[in-house]
């Protein structure tokens, strides 16, 4: 009888490791079956076959399969395997079935794993969805459930904001948030490069906004609110330089990641005017790049509307375009303090020739003059909701930081919006009560508030202006994230809850049911990604 277990355990050890089920896989697909077949055993001998449009994504996933499971498969080009016998994971271009963008379909059955799509993301979504049919330990082999699955986004806008000023991470940080981005089916990476405390990108142009713009001579401790201010005494800063911004981006593309600059005009702009404080509304004044967080009245932070001022920024928006393929640029546009502006003449005189209205007059003239010059380099703009102070082209995109009030009237002025509100969408404010949590702006956005939130505001479904919600974004201010392990902290797993919101069809959604994956499938994740997360999310909820 002992002998028999022992034979028994013996036996067992050697069949293939039970893979995940498809019921844990999140976000969770539109679509799926388990077919009740055999499952499909994935080992050594297994082959990567790939349409020639797929080779970047075959390399990928025979990367991460190296990764996750500890198998080393074979790659080889459809055109040319004809001779592959044993079990094969195919990766087809096919528009003919695909109907959707983004959409994919996987079928595991027989020796087969197939997945098709039309598109680079549609494949990389059937790739992180089959990553979460296998399991998380090193295996010789393992079996993949025989499933049918067909998936495409609620949202065509899925992103996640990394300010990289108040904190710079390293490249390769960046490069972990990405694959963060592409495991959840994100497919927007908005990268905040410049504002009041650095300039975080390499410009050649005028390269006193790096030997100048990208230091400051030290940081807050604490919190802004906190009395007397104290600060490190410790020169910070840095810019990420061309080449990196390029392996970055090559890095996302493979992902299927859209990567969206960020340079913030006309406020925010403290580090530029430190650099050259010509373009300040105070030429005279010594500006120094911010040494604490927040705005208006505690630094300068808004450009002067000089013909040198518009040089610059035709020079410094054409260099970074040139830089990112993406069709979008963000400008920012946010939170202009109008108070430089009415106590300068020169300002003022500006906005009387010009015959603007006022100092919004003059926040849209930037913005109109910023979004010309883009336009030659063939930019669509994004800005925060801000910018529709005044008239803009319709094709201007507003990235809605406040509630449903500016959401509605953006799209009843015929632009598209994504939606980013403060409430649930920062994820730099508390997840919890606790007053020994760690220090945040403020706040309180839970994980099952985000879970639960819903992009598209009634009063649109009602006249039927939904399409003009896109999609939505969380963003991440890194004021009080001095290191990767805490901008995870504040991420995780916030970001989860915002991938299903955003790609699972409202009705499939529930709580429970996320919660259930989350703590069986994602959290392990989390751990083999080395990575941080919020522990206490359940004790800590949006009722609390
Ligand atoms: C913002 O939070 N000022 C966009």
């Not at 996987?106 to 399991?135: C, F, H, M």
């Not at 230091?215 to 604490?222: D, F, M, P, Q, S």
């Not at 005494?233 to 061309?242: A, E, L």
């Not at 930037?366 to 319709?394: C, D, M, R």
Request: no cysteine; aromatic share 12%.
């Amino acid at each position: 009888m002992h002998h028999l277990l022992i034979l028994l355990l013996l036996i067992v050890s050697y069949l293939p490791v039970r893979a995940q089920s498809i019921s844990n896989v999140t976000p969770k697909p539109v679509e799926f079956a388990q077919t009740g077949k055999e499952a499909v055993v994935v080992n050594g001998n297994t082959t990567i076959v790939y349409d020639a449009f797929y080779a970047d994504q075959a390399v990928y996933l025979k990367g991460l399969v190296k990764e996750q499971v500890g198998l080393d498969l074979q790659l080889q080009a459809a055109s040319q395997s004809k001779g592959v016998k044993d079990g094969t994971i195919t990766l087809v271009q096919d528009e003919k079935a695909i109907t959707k963008d983004e959409m994919y379909t996987l079928v595991a059955a027989g020796k087969d794993i197939t997945i098709r799509a039309k598109d680079t993301r549609g494949a990389v979504y059937g790739i992180q969805t089959l990553l979460q049919l296998l399991s998380l330990q090193q295996v010789k082999s393992v079996q993949v459930p025989a499933v049918s699955v067909t998936d495409y986004p609620r949202f065509a806008y899925r992103g996640m904001h990394l300010d990289v000023v108040r904190h710079m991470f390293p490249v390769s940080f960046i490069k972990k948030y990405i694959d963060y981005l592409a495991f959840h089916k994100f497919n927007t990476f908005h990268w905040h490069l410049t504002d009041d405390q650095g300039w975080r990108i390499q410009i050649d142009s005028y390269q006193k906004l790096n030997s100048i713009g990208s230091w400051r001579k030290e940081t807050l401790i604490g919190h802004f609110k906190d009395q007397p201010a104290r600060y490190d005494n410790t020169r910070y800063g840095g810019f990420y330089t061309k080449e990196e911004v390029r392996e970055v981006i090559r890095y996302a593309t493979v992902r299927g990641i859209e990567i969206i600059p960020e340079i913030d005009i006309p406020g925010h702009s403290r580090a530029t005017i430190a650099a050259y404080p010509e373009f300040s509304t105070k030429p005279d004044t010594t500006w120094n790049v911010a040494t604490t967080w927040g705005m208006y009245n505690r630094q300068n932070n808004v450009l002067a509307p000089r013909p040198e001022t518009f040089k610059f920024l035709r020079t410094v928006f054409h260099e970074v375009a040139e830089l990112f393929p993406s069709k979008y640029f963000h400008l920012g546009g946010d939170e202009t303090s109008k108070m430089w502006w009415k106590a300068d003449p020169y300002s003022q005189k500006f906005i009387k020739d010009q015959k603007l209205k006022d100092e919004k007059g003059l926040q849209t003239y930037f913005i109109e003059q910023v979004a010309s010059y883009l336009a030659e380099k063939n930019k669509t703009v994004i800005g925060w909701h801000e910018i529709l102070e005044g008239e803009l082209p319709k094709s201007t995109i507003v990235m809605n930081w406040g509630g449903e009030k500016e959401a509605i009237a953006a799209a009843n002025r015929k632009h598209k919006v994504i939606m980013s509100p403060g409430k649930p969408l920062y994820f730099d404010h508390y997840q919890s009560k606790d007053p020994n949590d760690s220090l945040a702006i403020h706040g309180y956005n839970t994980v099952d508030a985000v879970y639960n939130f819903e992009p598209v505001p009634e009063a649109l479904r009602k006249q039927n202006l939904d399409s003009y919600i896109i999609g939505a974004q969380a963003n991440v201010w890194t004021e009080y994230m001095g290191s990767p392990a805490k901008v995870e902290y504040m991420i995780f797993p916030r970001m989860t809850a915002l991938s299903e919101v955003l790609w699972t069809p409202k009705e499939q959604r529930n709580y429970a049911d996320f919660k259930r994956r989350l703590k069986t499938a994602v959290i392990p994740r989390y751990k083999t990604w080395g990575s941080n997360y919020f522990r206490n999310f359940e004790k800590w909820t949006a009722e609390k």
